[in-house]
């Protein structure tokens, strides 16, 4: 059903920049990219996070994590499809 939603199948790229403090000066910034496939998943599927780190910092990174969160949104498949038809030429 994913397939026929096209926004589903288009990648996602978030990034995030933080700067990075230690008591009262600034050591640098950090950047984080994170890369996923596609935006939509089924429950049991596997999920490939491709991460990007670029450490501007005088901080070493010793370790790195990501947390998924799901959001459930319910659609009639019918009109999902015909208003991403609608778009095309």
Not at 19 to 30: L, Q
Not at 63 to 83: G, H
Request: with cysteine.
């Amino acid at each position: 059903m994913l397939e026929i939603i096209r926004p589903c199948q288009e990648p996602c790229v978030m990034s995030n920049d933080a700067t990075v403090e230690c008591c009262c000066w600034t050591s640098g910034t950090v950047t984080a990219t994170l890369k996923l496939n596609r935006r939509c998943f089924v429950p049991g599927e596997t999920i490939l996070i491709n991460a990007e780190i670029a450490n501007n910092s005088q901080t070493d990174i010793t370790s790195t994590r990501a947390s998924l969160k799901q959001v459930r949104k319910f659609l009639d498949a019918c009109v999902c499809y015909e208003s991403y038809n609608a778009e095309q030429p």
